[in-house]
């Protein structure tokens, strides 16, 4: 494979490892390959948000969809042992729901709903910074997808070359 096949992002990379691979003896350059491998398949995304809070922004709308009350009426209480806890009028008082996680599942459950529960899945989208959760059977909502998404940090300013020395 070429150069040219790779995105030009990944090209003065892989010149800089042909370059240095052509020097090498011919077992190294598998050791080298397989060591650029194993730092590309193993390295995690760069987080660019706040995952916990659009999870819980997610869930909050979730919640809504469930329950037919405006996702303004839930206040997020925090987070305890995992579970996501909410506080909303509901049911004549003020009652908790419970969001529990389990990898990408979650069972939303209340001490109002007398043991009944719902559940959601959660897609936590990388590369577009968004927290997608996706109601099972939604109680009063034709939309059965809540989606929140964070704000990618602007770039730093480039710097003021006129507090350079010398200019």
Not at 18 to 42: D, E, H, N
Not at 58 to 76: D, G, H, Q, V, W
Request: aromatic share 12%.
């Amino acid at each position: 494979m070429t150069l040219c096949h790779f995105p030009a992002t990944y090209r003065p990379f892989l010149a800089i490892l042909r370059y240095i691979s052509s020097r090498l003896p011919g077992a190294m350059k598998y050791v080298l390959l397989a060591g650029t491998l194993a730092l590309v398949f193993v390295s995690k995304p760069a987080f660019a948000f706040n995952e916990e809070l659009l999870i819980s922004c997610a869930l909050r709308e979730a919640l809504a969809m469930i329950t037919c009350k405006p996702k303004s009426e839930f206040n997020y209480m925090g987070i305890r042992d995992g579970i996501y806890i909410y506080n909303a009028y509901y049911g004549a008082e003020y009652t908790e729901f419970y969001c529990q996680r389990y990898g990408n599942n979650v069972v939303i459950s209340s001490r109002a709903w007398q043991g009944k529960r719902s559940a959601a899945r959660l897609v936590i989208d990388y590369p577009s910074g968004c927290v997608i959760a996706t109601v099972d059977k939604p109680q009063c909502s034709v939309i059965s997808e809540a989606k929140c998404c964070g704000a990618v940090p602007a770039p730093p300013p480039p710097p003021d070359l006129d507090m350079l020395p010398g200019s």
